[in-house]
């Protein structure tokens, strides 16, 4: 099964930058679908954006549109999130999810589609 591990949160100001990483392994083949969710404190999971791995295809949730990019680096295994004019809205931890290989869901924004969570990394923008 793929395991994988988020790094590159922190604090920054508000219109600041940061790019998270996601390190996948444990698997040959790669997932299908991989996604950035978010979690304030207080509130649910949401989707922030998801790629499918052999297409490249990404989605954006609406909030993030134009300011968050998602990319991969399959040579590494590795998923990035560029995240730019940040807001204090943008506050939470930030997840990591994968699904396997074989499964190719239609839907990205639904947490329960992905089998594969990092521990997360803490985002914190201050106005």
């Known amino acids: 099964q793929v395991q994988v591990v988020e790094s590159g949160g922190g604090s920054v100001q508000a219109g600041g930058s940061l790019r998270l990483s996601c390190a996948a392994s444990g698997n040959p083949y790669p997932p299908c679908l991989m996604a950035w969710f978010r979690q304030a404190t207080g509130k649910e999971r949401e989707g922030v954006a998801a790629?499918?791995?052999?297409?490249?295809?990404?989605y954006y949730a609406d909030s993030v549109k134009g300011r968050f990019t998602i990319s991969q680096d399959n040579a590494k295994n590795t998923l990035y999130l560029q995240m730019d004019s940040l807001k204090p809205e943008d506050t939470a931890k930030y997840y990591c999810?994968?699904?396997?290989?074989?499964?190719?869901?239609?839907?990205?924004?639904?947490?329960?589609?992905?089998?594969?969570w990092g521990q997360g990394t803490l985002v914190t923008v201050s106005s």
């Open positions: 999810a994968a699904t396997r290989p074989n499964l190719c869901p239609s839907s990205w924004v639904l947490p329960d589609v992905y089998d594969t």
């Open positions: 790629v499918y791995t052999s297409t490249g295809k990404a």
